[in-house]
């Protein structure tokens, strides 16, 4: 088990029937668990912000969430809100219509524009690979990595599965030991968030931070 795990969890709360009291609890969780960062859709950035307060606990904010059909002029403007209002990372979902027509340069390009907003921060992009064949998803993740983003990231969680060990170990054998994979989608307990670490992960998107984190205190794993 690993030690560093916590610092590692994205804690998710992307619910559009989240009320404040939900986003205070989430704070208040990653800051007591310091846990590495929280994901929410952008709206609520500046108000996390502020709840996070002198933590650490880094704030990211979603860009495209969870389609990814908006176009690549207003993906950037919300990353560029976000980043006013206080995110320290973006995570973006890709165009995928793009991806899977082959459209090498408007998926770059939609990319490239959400990147350029963020302003040198962290930019992780979302294939939702459970929409791709295996030479689709290869074929994402390196033209993310063309276009400058920092991670490629599994699954938004919101269409018809999320993360798999096979998915992360193959985007891990494309993008290469130096560049960031994020799994996200269905991690609930310990073992799988282990499993996932173990198949090439270096983060991982998760709304069971909590119940993981305290998992591997109680069985003494690393803690």
């Known amino acids: ?73 207003a993906k950037a403007a919300e990353a560029c809100q976000a980043v006013r ?6 995570d973006m979902v890709c165009q995928i219509g793009d991806l899977k027509s082959g459209q090498e340069r408007a998926f770059i390009e939609d990319i490239r524009k959400v990147v350029g907003a963020a302003e040198g921060r962290v930019v992780k992009v979302i294939l939702e690979t ?11 993740a390196l033209w993310v990595r063309q276009a400058g983003a920092a991670f490629v990231k ?35 307990e310990a073992e799988g968030a282990d499993r996932m670490i173990a198949a090439g992960a270096n983060r991982l998107g998760t709304s069971a931070g909590v119940a993981i984190v305290t998992e591997y205190r109680e069985g003494d794993a690393g803690y």
């Not at 459970?130 to 994402?140: A, N, P």
């Not at 699954?155 to 891990?172: H, I, N, P, Q």
């Open 154 to 188: 599994t699954s938004t969680g919101f269409s018809v599965g999320g993360a798999t060990e096979k998915d992360v170990r193959l985007l891990r054998g494309e993008v290469g030991p130096d560049f960031g994979v994020k799994a996200a989608g269905g991690i609930r």
């Open 130 to 140: 459970c929409l791709l064949s295996d030479d689709e998803k290869r074929q994402g």
């Open 85 to 90: 209002d206080g995110a320290d990372e973006i």
């Open 1 to 73: 088990m690993r030690r560093d795990l916590a610092a590692v969890i994205d804690h998710t709360l992307l619910r559009p029937d989240a009320v404040p009291p939900d986003f205070e609890r989430l704070c208040a969780e990653a800051a007591h668990y310091n846990l590495g960062a929280i994901c929410v859709n952008s709206t609520h950035v500046r108000r996390c912000r502020e709840l996070l307060g002198s933590s650490g606990v880094k704030v990211v904010a979603t860009a495209g969430f969870p389609l990814g059909a908006a176009s690549a002029i």
